[in-house]
T-cell receptor, first 110, second 114 residues
Framework: GENVEQHPSTLSVQEGDSAVIKCTYS??????FPWYKQELGKRPQLIID?????GEKKDQRIAVTLNKTAKHFSLHITETQPEDSAVYFC?????????FGAGTTVTVRA | NAGVTQTPKFRVLKTGQSMTLLCAQD?????MYWYRQDPGMGLRLIHY???????AKGEVPDGYNVSRLKKQNFLLGLESAAPSQTSVYFC?????????????FGAGSRLTVL
């Protein structure tokens, strides 16, 4: 099955700086790569996703890049704000089954 | 629209007891999933369903059973609870769109097994 590794497990950044989270996956057949954000005590919610035929996607302060050859993808958050503090999960999917990474706890310091 | 609703939100069980978690959705989701979330381990798939009357095993199915008798509902059962099943359980649903399978999660159910 699919194996998704996510790094780092924790990330502390100064407000206004950028944050980068990296993930690798094992199944070359995976074709969909979403990112979910989970605030403390809340449910995970989709923040951005990318399909396998696209190399980069941006939505305001967040962007995702995908390198299918190397089987890795990354989440970039620019100009971080206190409300960006949360746990972020990457995932990889082949059709309807999503496999998640272990998560990255991001803390934005004021 | 209620979205994806899980009941109960909290439950404490003794080892060996049984219980059922209910997931109900009104989003016409074809696919439904049960995940468990443990610290440092992300979300691990327990069982899933690709339509009414179907179920399949995920990554960590042992000790759990599921049923999807109606499209709207996906039940997760623990026949004989063990302390290792202490976790937060999330149900999720999706349209099952190939290449863009967006999951909508329920609010979670925190289960403690003593």
């Amino acid at each position: 099955g699919e194996n998704v590794e996510q790094h780092p497990s924790t990330l502390s950044v100064q407000e206004g700086d950028s944050a980068v989270i990296k993930c690798t996956y094992s199944d070359s057949a995976s074709n969909y790569f979403p990112w979910y954000k989970q605030e403390l005590g809340k449910r995970p919610q989709l923040i951005i996703d990318i399909r396998s035929n696209v190399g980069e996607k941006k939505d305001q302060r967040i962007a995702v890049t995908l390198n299918k050859t190397a089987k890795h993808f990354s989440l970039h958050i620019t100009e971080t704000q206190p409300e960006d503090s949360a746990v972020y999960f990457c995932a990889a999917a082949n059709d309807y089954k999503l496999s998640f990474g272990a998560g990255t706890t991001v803390t934005v310091r004021a | 629209n209620a979205g994806v609703t899980q009941t109960p939100k909290f439950r404490v069980l003794k080892t060996g007891q049984s219980m059922t978690l209910l997931c109900a959705q009104d989003m016409n989701h074809e696919y439904m999933y049960w995940y468990r979330q443990d610290p440092g381990m992300g979300l691990r798939l327990i069982h899933y369903s690709v339509g009414e009357g179907t179920t399949a095993k995920g990554e960590v199915p042992d000790g759990y059973n599921v049923s999807r008798l109606k499209k709207q509902n996906f039940l997760l059962g623990l026949e004989s609870a063990a302390p290792s099943q202490t976790s937060v359980y999330f149900c999720a649903g999706s349209r099952g769109t190939s290449g863009a399978n967006v999951l909508t999660f329920g609010a979670g159910s925190r289960l403690t097994v003593l």
